[in-house]
């Protein structure tokens, strides 16, 4: 008869074993090429992303109003969602405390079950309205700086994406 030790080997072997031959596997030839065709369009993406933060810093330096306007209602969309979220993180403390005073009573244990849960999302809900406020706060801040230092900005994207990334209609060209 076999000891558990050698069992439980087994299948500490097995539980590590197992993903690392279905990822052996699974590396084919179709796979990596799938995962490299994902990279040039994450790669694509990130640069229309920048280049399209070009225009606008590009307008911005150049006084257009309606880059303005777009600056300005990024920045007011983040006060509102911060505002939005404070409000939910005050929603939960308030969850909080309405919770705190029923757990010494056995007969409302529902009720308390509800009331964490719900202190519980508010706050989630709170906090990712916070972190995504910032993100946009910071995403305004940092077009106005770089409409500040066109000229190094532009500097960095051709050093980034090569010469030819800005177009002739968009900047001048560049030797």
Request: with cysteine; aromatic share 8%; hydrophobic share 50%.
């Amino acid at each position: 008869m076999l000891d558990t030790g050698f069992w439980l080997g087994i299948a500490v072997a097995a539980l590590i074993g197992m993903p690392f031959s279905i990822m052996a596997n699974l590396w084919t030839e179709p796979v990596r090429g799938y995962l490299a065709k994902q990279r040039t369009i994450r790669l694509n993406s990130q640069k229309d992303k920048e280049l399209a933060d070009h225009a606008l810093v590009r307008a911005l330096s150049e006084g257009h109003p309606l880059a303005v306007l777009t600056v300005q209602g990024e920045r007011n969309w983040a006060v509102r969602v911060l505002v939005q979220g404070v409000f939910c993180m005050v929603i939960s403390a308030a969850f909080v405390s309405f919770a705190v005073s029923f757990v010494n009573a056995p007969a409302e244990r529902a009720l308390l079950l509800f009331t964490g849960i719900s202190a519980i999302l508010c706050g989630a809900v709170g906090l990712s309205a916070a972190i995504s406020s910032h993100g946009a706060a910071t995403h305004a801040d940092n077009l106005v700086l770089k409409a500040t230092k066109l000229k190094e900005y532009e500097d960095e994207i051709y050093a980034k994406w090569g010469a030819d990334a800005i177009m002739m209609g968009a900047s001048p060209a560049r030797p």
